[in-house]
RNA sequence: GGUGGAUUCGUCUAACGGUUAGGACGGAAGAUUCUCAAUCUUCAAAUAGGAGUUCGAUUCUCCUAUCCACUACCA
């Protein structure tokens, strides 16, 4: 069904044509949009890669249209066991779930199907296909065979060098060095069939300007002089390179959008040439070329190092590699997806209004490619973080109660917390929190008496005159008839409890016109160890009566005071 | 070196060729409270430089500077 509107659409768009040129974006406008986010398996993901994967989600998604998970892996010698696993892991944290490419359990489809007309979907497994395209371009006169060794060219290189030069496989370089277009024909054909280190190279056009349109970039134009005579196919291990797998897989996918990485713009004459090459121009994806993640501080992009130098995580999950080296990830840094998918879709667009604050659904609606910026990003850990406080605001005591247990177990082993308890806590420090992870240090003298109290405390609240009257208000609590967490009735009935106790102190100090300040910080530092934490009524509350006049007289003693 | 790309507060960014150049993060100050945090209010903070086009340029053009990417039988 699909096919045959596509045929209709093609046949009547290339009808029509407008000064020779095609009306090529009237044929593409009619198909179904498809994009595909297509990582190499050489190491984890980073955040720059989940952006990329990000953004084109977004896209496809806006579109109704499809997102394509293919895995790039013709580099056999950089391949890195576990990393396809990686990425699409990572990819399901942030939401992002890929319409073709994997199952439902998470595997790259490899036996076409008709869900996965596509499949294999990991270029290895399209090994055989790519050669008859590359025999196809020097059939044609778009490519030759290449029989220089990589010492050769490496002298080359080192040669021009030295001159301050660049070595360039060219228009130029092609007539002296070894390949079919140099050799007799016979000596070539014997090369072939003897010998596997010779290469297929894209014959690049002499002196042709390529005009090119970006979507976020606009109009480039490129010198084909400029170009090098990329290999395409290497006889070697049978693999394509990188250029040709990917314009024959768009292609063959039917991707109508190339959402990715600026380091590919130098490279996209080549991939024009190459549609051009196989006539495949009238279905030609449009491009869009991503500004790169740049490092919070100085310049360059972002690097893993950086993470570990500056202290924030690089990559979405965290990752051990084979020399048992760990990269921390957001996950386990206790982001939530929300928030990294959230933060990275600011970090090089922005919807032109000042919200910044958008669900996955929120910015499916709102993306856009024109919207996008053309200069690099600095990552920024600070926003990172507050967008992590944000969504921890959103949450319920419940969640917020359910997240923090496992900390707690960890923490007070053995002891049991009512649900209400952990939740009526929650609610009052969620606040005061960027992450989680954060809860335990501003809250655990709820759970366990201080050990210590700090000097610096002691010395400004411990007068004489102080622990005189704190010892008067010991003799007030416990004479009061107080309600706290197991004795009122539940969340509703806190405020009022803890308004109860609060009135009932404050009034008492009022009373002897003791000073507000030193009696309340005076009972806090007893009760948490130093001068910080929740309003004292709240503390009271929470504790209850037993345990706050314990931590005390036990502070009075430990004080010899 | 060559080619391409980029350039607005410290950072992320907004601004049909006409705005006191706006917002957010971070920073500072104040308010508040029993401390800390949170909150609220306020403040500081930018169009890389130079020409040109124009009545008028952050916006368009050119030059310079700076930065980034690419310059592999890696992706």
Redesign the pocket.
């Known amino acids: 069904m699909e096919a045959t509107i596509l045929a209709v659409t093609t046949a009547i768009c290339t009808r029509h044509k407008i000064n020779g040129r095609h009306i090529k974006y009237n044929i593409m406008s009619e198909r179904k949009r498809r994009v595909r986010f297509?990582?190499?398996p050489?190491g984890p993901l980073h955040m720059g890669g989940v952006r990329t994967a990000l953004y084109n989600y977004l896209y496809a998604k806006q579109a109704g249209g499809d997102f394509i998970l293919r895995i790039?892996?013709?580099?056999s010698?950089?391949f890195v066991p576990g990393v396809e696993k990686y990425i699409i892991e990572s990819l399901k944290w942030c939401g992002i779930y890929p319409d073709e490419g994997v199952d439902a359990q998470g595997n790259v489809v490899d036996t076409p199907s008709e869900r996965h007309p596509h499949a294999p979907y990991r270029?290895s497994q399209r090994k055989p296909i790519y050669r008859a395209y590359a025999e196809e371009l020097v059939k044609n006169g778009y490519a030759y065979y290449?029989?220089?060794?990589?010492q050769?060219?490496?002298a080359r290189?080192k040669e021009a060098e030295a001159n301050?030069?660049?070595?360039?496989?060219n228009y130029q370089t092609r007539k002296e060095l070894r390949n079919s277009l140099t050799l007799p024909q016979e000596e070539v054909k014997e090369l072939l069939e003897t010998t596997n280190?010779?290469?297929i190279r894209f014959k690049n056009p002499e002196n042709r300007i390529v005009k090119m349109d970006?979507l976020?970039?606009?109009?480039?134009?490129?010198?084909t002089n400029?170009?090098?005579d990329?290999?395409l196919w290497?006889?070697?291990?049978e693999?394509?390179?990188?250029?040709l797998?990917?314009i024959v897989d768009d292609h063959l996918m039917e991707i109508t959008e190339v959402i990715r990485?600026?380091?590919?713009?130098?490279?996209?004459p080549l991939h024009y040439l190459l549609y051009e090459a196989f006539g495949w121009q009238d279905s030609q994806p449009r491009f869009a070329?991503l500004?790169?993640l740049?490092k919070?501080?100085?310049?360059?992009?972002l690097s893993k190092r950086d993470g570990d130098r500056l202290g924030f995580p690089v990559f979405p999950l965290k990752w051990v590699n084979a020399e048992g080296e760990v990269s921390r990830g957001y996950r386990e840094d206790g982001y939530y997806p929300e928030a990294f998918v959230n933060m990275l879709a600011?970090?090089?667009?922005?919807p032109?209004?000042?919200q910044?604050l958008f669900t996955l659904d929120e910015l499916i609606n709102s993306f856009s490619l024109d919207?996008v910026?053309?200069?690099?990003?600095?990552?920024?850990p600070?926003?990172?973080?507050?967008f992590n406080?944000e969504y921890l605001r959103k949450r319920t005591p419940a969640q917020l109660a359910e997240e923090f247990a496992a900390i707690l177990a960890e923490k007070v082993p053995g002891k049991e917390f009512s649900a209400d308890y952990v939740e009526q806590l929650c609610a009052l420090i969620k606040?005061?929190?960027h992450f989680v992870a954060d809860f335990w240090d501003?809250c655990s003298y709820f759970f366990v008496a201080p050990s210590e109290y700090a000097e610096k405390?002691v010395n400004k609240f411990c007068t004489p005159e102080n622990i005189e009257n704190i010892k008067k208000v010991y003799a007030f609590i416990d004479n009061l008839e107080l309600k706290d967490i197991n004795s009122a009735n539940g969340a509703a009935g806190k405020d009022e409890a803890v308004h109860h106790i609060?009135e009932a102190?404050?009034g008492y100090i009022k009373e002897n016109e003791w000073k507000?300040?030193?009696?309340?910080?005076t009972?806090?530092l007893f009760f948490?160890g130093?001068?910080?934490?929740?309003?004292?009524?709240?503390i009271i509350y929470f504790i209850g009566k037993e345990e706050a006049l314990a931590r005390i007289s036990r502070a009075l003693q430990k004080l010899g005071l």
Do not use: C
């Not at 290449?146 to 990589?150: E, N, P, Q, R």
């Open positions: 297509a990582p190499s050489t790039e892996d013709t580099d010698q950089r270029q290449a029989f220089d060794s990589a050769e060219l490496d290189r301050k030069s660049t070595f360039i496989y280190n010779w290469t970006d976020i970039r606009g109009h480039i134009e490129m010198n400029t170009l090098d990329k290999v290497k006889a070697a291990d693999l394509p390179t990188y250029h797998a990917n990485g600026e380091e590919w713009l130098p490279s996209l070329h500004s790169l740049l919070p501080d100085g310049k360059g992009k600011l970090l090089g667009w922005n032109g209004t000042e910044e919207r910026i053309k200069s690099g990003a600095k990552f920024n600070d926003k990172a973080k507050w406080q606040e005061r929190a501003i405390d609060e102190l404050t507000m300040g030193a009696v309340m910080n009972l806090r948490v130093e001068a910080k934490g929740l309003g004292i009524a709240d």
